[in-house]
């Protein structure tokens, strides 16, 4: 008799423990993902496709995730087939030899009020740096959502063309570094 008191309290700790983290899985039909890329003269915006994704959270932190993003999935807002395909092109984004990239979470700050530090890797045509951006979140009735506005300097994963940083004499044909990507992301 004590031998099974003492599973069953083990067995309970065990499930208490195991469900103090959550897993939450990224709804890829309600996440949106957009981007902004900005030169001398204009801007173009777009948006992209989350594949996959999930995160650990306990304790109001994320502990760690993965998102899988799908690089084939490129769009610009204006439906410029001609732009488009230029940004798949090994001039930016080479997506017929790099079909996806990945945010790795490594960690987060607490949600204190309902915001966070996140740091993690992130991984863009093979080329892996780290990362770090503000979030903010917010438990609703479909899920929990995270709110983050990313800025990524580009050249330094291998996406140089029309940058002033490597190329001279580009007057206003100029593409800043940094672009920035808007994420609205809903885990349950």
């Given at each position: 008799?004590?031998?099974?008191?003492?599973?069953?309290?083990?067995?309970?700790?065990?499930?208490?423990?195991?469900?103090?983290q959550n897993k939450?899985?990224?709804?890829?039909?309600?996440?949106?993902?957009?981007?902004?890329?900005?030169?001398?003269?204009?801007?173009?915006?777009?948006?992209?496709?989350?594949?996959?994704?999930?995160?650990?959270?306990?304790?109001?932190?994320?502990?760690?995730?993965?998102?899988?993003?799908?690089?084939?999935?490129?769009?610009?807002?204006?439906?410029?087939?001609?732009?488009?395909?230029?940004?798949?092109?090994?001039?930016?984004?080479?997506?017929?030899?790099?079909?996806?990239?990945?945010?790795?979470?490594?960690?987060?700050?607490?949600?204190?009020?309902?915001?966070?530090?996140?740091?993690?890797?992130?991984?863009?045509?093979?080329?892996?740096?780290?990362?770090?951006?503000?979030?903010?979140?917010?438990?609703?009735?479909?899920?929990?959502?995270?709110?983050?506005?990313?800025?990524?300097?580009?050249?330094?994963y291998n996406v140089?063309?029309?940058?002033?940083?490597?190329?001279?004499?580009?007057?206003?044909?100029?593409?800043?570094?940094?672009?920035?990507?808007?994420?609205?992301?809903?885990?349950?």
């Amino acid at each position: 008799m004590k031998r099974l008191l003492l599973f069953f309290t083990l067995a309970c700790l065990f499930v208490l423990s195991s469900n103090a983290q959550n897993k939450l899985t990224a709804d890829t039909t309600k996440t949106q993902l957009l981007w902004l890329g900005e030169k001398v003269m204009g801007q173009h915006t777009g948006s992209i496709h989350l594949q996959s994704g999930w995160l650990n959270w306990q304790d109001n932190k994320i502990q760690s995730g993965e998102f899988e993003i799908d690089m084939a999935s490129l769009k610009e807002s204006e439906r410029n087939k001609q732009f488009e395909g230029h940004l798949k092109s090994d001039d930016f984004f080479g997506v017929q030899t790099f079909p996806t990239s990945k945010l790795t979470i490594t960690g987060s700050t607490p949600f204190d009020k309902g915001s966070g530090v996140v740091t993690g890797t992130l991984t863009i045509k093979g080329v892996t740096n780290p990362i770090e951006f503000k979030a903010t979140t917010q438990k609703k009735d479909d899920g929990v959502w995270f709110f983050a506005n990313i800025v990524i300097d580009r050249t330094k994963y291998n996406v140089k063309y029309g940058s002033g940083s490597f190329f001279d004499n580009l007057g206003d044909k100029t593409i800043y570094d940094e672009f920035k990507l808007k994420v609205n992301l809903l885990v349950k």
